[in-house]
Nanobody, 123 residues
């Protein structure tokens, strides 16, 4: 069983930074991609960023606009999302996910999820 545990969420002022770590527990996973998704109230879950297991390829949603960075520590089996220049519209529950997805940007392609961490950006 692969378990993902997010942390680092909280309340931050607009323009500020926040770092979301995602740690795995249980046996080492072999899925090829780790990703961060988010879901704002009343909206669909959407991809934020994804990274291949060896860290050589990353993908970002258009709304990131260079503000976020996804990184991976293969030895520790962790993936972090560094978020800078946060905006109120970034307010959402952020989820870590992993799998070998048929579509990196499609949340339905991921079978393994964390419980989510709330990020609230005040204006």
């Amino acid at each position: 069983v692969q378990l993902l545990v997010e942390s680092g969420g909280g309340l931050v002022q607009a323009g500020g930074p926040l770092r979301l770590p995602c740690a795995t527990s249980g046996r080492t996973f072999t899925a090829s991609v780790m990703a961060w998704f988010r879901r704002a109230p009343g909206q669909e879950r959407e991809v934020v960023a994804a990274i291949r297991r060896n860290g050589d390829i990353t993908s970002y949603a258009d709304f990131v606009e260079g503000r976020f960075t996804i990184s991976r520590d293969a030895a520790k089996n962790t993936v972090d999302l560094q978020m800078n220049s946060l905006k109120p519209e970034d307010t959402a529950v952020y989820y870590c996910a992993t799998d070998t997805p048929f579509d990196v940007r499609n949340w339905l392609a991921y079978a393994y999820w964390g419980q989510g961490t709330q990020v609230t950006v005040s204006s």
